[in-house]
């Protein structure tokens, strides 16, 4: 059994909810306010830096541009030793990719929590697909990006638990190109009008 916090309550934060607490781990949310949380019904909300301190995985369900203040409201020292999935897309006020490139928001946050264990996951799935990790019947492909492999085999058990077919994707630099795949999938879905029940699958 895994310890892990969702920092957010919005809908990726809920979807993941959905997903996680039907395999074999622990989970509760870190809100600013938990008086005040969205979380669904029956989920244990504690302060934010509560939940990351009882945790040993923080899902970073807040938008980007949040990122920096969450982890300073934390405090950077405790999430050392600790797994941190960035789920986040970095987008600008124009809802396009805010950087790429040579860095990435992933890379972004590690330099923030030098002591974590940074891992990009989930970023490029619409929320109402991350509850089971398929659309219809065919499960999406989890591509898991890090540069500390039991990091990435954590997150990748944790994938497949919910339904989706987990792939190492490589180091954290990885986040460069998944990233923009985020992008992709927004404007498949919202401009070229394909909706929200799609997503990316790797065939061999």
């Known amino acids: 059994m895994v310890k892990i916090a969702i920092l957010g309550t919005g ?9 996680i607490k039907n395999g074999s781990n622990e989970v509760k949310f870190g809100s600013r306010d938990p008086s005040k949380s969205k979380a669904p ?9 509560e939940a990351v301190q ?23 020292d405790n999430f050392n030793d600790k797994i941190a999935i960035d789920v986040t897309n970095a987008l600008n006020e124009k809802w396009e990719l805010a950087m790429g490139f040579d860095t990435s928001a992933a890379e972004e946050m590690q330099k923030l929590i030098p002591g974590a264990k940074v891992v990009k996951a989930f970023n490029y799935v619409f929320a109402e697909n991350m509850s089971n990790g398929k659309v219809g019947e065919g499960s999406l492909t989890l591509f898991v990006a890090s540069d500390d492999g039991r990091a990435k085999e954590v997150v990748m058990k944790i994938g497949n638990e ?43």
Do not use: C
């Open 11 to 19: 809908n990726v934060g809920k979807a993941l909810f959905g997903g």
């Open 41 to 49: 019904e029956g989920a244990e909300v504690v302060t934010m830096k």
């Open 54 to 76: 009882w945790a040993e995985v923080i899902i970073f369900a807040v938008p980007h541009h949040s990122t920096s203040e969450t982890i300073n409201s934390i405090g950077g």
């Open 162 to 204: 919910i339904g989706f077919e987990s792939v190492d994707a490589g180091p954290l630099k990885s986040a460069r190109y998944l990233e923009p795949l985020g992008m992709l999938l927004i404007g498949l879905g919202m401009n070229q009008k394909l909706g929200t029940k799609i997503g990316f699958k790797l065939l061999k």
